[in-house]
């Protein structure tokens, strides 16, 4: 463990490693800012180590590891032009401008070089430069030179410049070899590893693809290559291991292989079609949303899926989104026989929101405090216009159905209806089998262009939902400046079965749409107020959901949610018509039950079955027929045999209520 403790004999000022000898601090976060081992701080600094497996220690280690490639390939391809180098989950990347695409030779080359410069222990040395000095030392790096016009603002518009340039000084860093010579140099804002040695063994290079240089397609493009680095090879090897388990449960390989769903050419990019084993699936995730909606007070509600522009300039979506939406569709113009316009088009947009359409609905008519909170509820289908670049499964589409609420209240009524939207999402959460949680409170920054609404309600939003996200006993995270434009929002992360964050649901707060729009009910004085609004999304999309429940299952999903949840399967064909009576009982007390009629042999019934997880076989013969028995057969191969029919109905049927995940005779229990 990492000794915290500055030594009381040390002499100030002081760096990072007479303060810190332990190797496995490989920065420091002075005054509250990052900053490289090798800064000199003073003894009325507030100063306290970054270890390699912490967060910031991670990023910083990934982030260094990232330079070493980008220095590898400028050796092995001295032509190569430099992009950008962030730091991302579980690893980084690096872009260069390159003629040819890199190719296996290339990366095996280049993991080599990396292992040498690994090996050569460079320094990682902070230099301050000023614009002019950065553009004469980088003259032959075209999108370095371009990152340096964007120091103090633009940064944050370009994927991972921040890591590069932003507010404050400009600065490189050199890569100085044993010989106290520069052997490379990067802009970039630091902090780096002391050393390339700290690097170790512990990263791996894992795939090129393609990338716009900062994020547009109208601009050049550049190669990416991806890696991951950690404190240890035995991690690099865990993580490995995650991803191969990770491979196997990917929902677009499940997907294809249990028949859920797909997206056809013919229909486009990003907009996918259910086949009938998902569509079962979909439809039980929203009926039994439904009825706990019901249950909590929600109104069910149905809106168009394109509506005309102004709603969306009122909204203000139009000018926050208009790059993520799809281009208008100029309808309603008329000509007369001349082929003048005797009556002007108007613009349609496919919707990327449902809120401003539940407004509507509230401004439909004169509302009380009475009629507060009004809870709208609806499972509406949005269109937003992803790059194909950016498309990914399920998990990022073009056209996608969230289960969307938007809530009216009163001020008085807003922390205790947020609290219960919170814990009504945990529940529901739940319900689907996720049990672990941890909250992120976003809130607006001081960029103030970036915000509507005045600062007041900003601040009474923000307020009531940090008290109600301390009061659940989650975990609890602050994030500057990642509010929605209107408010800022809790955002709900919840672990998979394999140990994945994901982000799902979203409780958001606005007082500004109520005042764009003039929203206003009578209250108990007479007179006229105006609502805050609750945006809230339980799954996110049901298509990100979806994906998210079939990779934390592997496909084997509880037996209430199973396309399939029982299939009879007969020792020898006589023995179907006895199955297919038992079949009939089970369906029609709703359960989806089948019997394998095929000409197949018994054996190859059960692989086949076992292949498509269905998590309940019930087999019979003749000693079950004449005793009024079914022999169970679970997922994982084991078998209870001799169940009375009867008691085999109600475990099924107990199974189904209880929501049970059943993969062995003792789930069944």
Known sequence: MTDNVIPSDVPFPADGFALFPDRSVIALRVNGELKDLATRVEATDVVEPVTIESPDGLGILRHSTAHVLAQAVQRIKPQANLGIGPPITDGFYYDFGVDEPFTPDDLKAIKKEMERIVREGQRFVRRVVTDDEARAELASEPFKLELIGLKGGGADKTEGASVEVGAGELTIYDNVGRDGQTVWKDLCRGPHAPSTRVIGNGWDLTRVAGAYWRGSEKNPQLQRIYGTAWPSKDELRAYQARLEEAAKRDHRKLGKELDLFSFPDEIGSGLSVWHPRGGIIRQQMEQHALGRHREGGYTYVYTPHITKRDLFVTSNHLVTYKEGMFPPIHLDEERGDDGEITKAGVDYYLKPMNCPMHILIYKERARSYRDLPMRLYENGTVYRYELSGALHGLTRVRGFTQDDSHLFVTPEQLEEEVEKVLDFVLSMLRDFGLTEFELELSMRDDEKDKWIGDEEHWAVATDALRRV??????????????????????????????????????????????????????????????????????????????????????????????????????????????????????????????????????????RTHTTQKVPLQLIAGEQDRSGGTVSFRFRDGSQTNGVPVDDAIALILGAIERKLLVDTAEDLA
């Open 469 to 606: 996200a301390q009061a659940s006993g989650l975990k609890l995270t602050e994030v500057a400046g990642e509010a929605a434009f209107y408010g800022p929002k809790i955002d709900l992360k919840t672990k998979d079965a394999l140990g994945r964050t994901w982000q799902l649901s979203t409780v958001q707060l606005d007082f500004n749409l109520p005042e764009r729009f003039e929203l206003e009910y009578t209250g108990s004085d007479g007179e006229k107020h105006r609502p805050v609004m609750i945006h809230r999304a339980l799954f996110g999309s049901a298509e990100r959901f979806f994906a998210i429940l079939l990779e934390h299952y592997a496909g084997a999903f509880p037996v209430w949610l199973s396309p399939v949840q029982v299939v009879g399967i007969p020792v020898a064909e006589e023995y179907a018509d006895y199955l297919d009576d038992i079949a009939g009982r089970l369906r029609a007390a709703g359960v989806r039950a089948e019997v394998d009629h095929s000409d197949d042999r018994m054996q190859k019934k059960i």
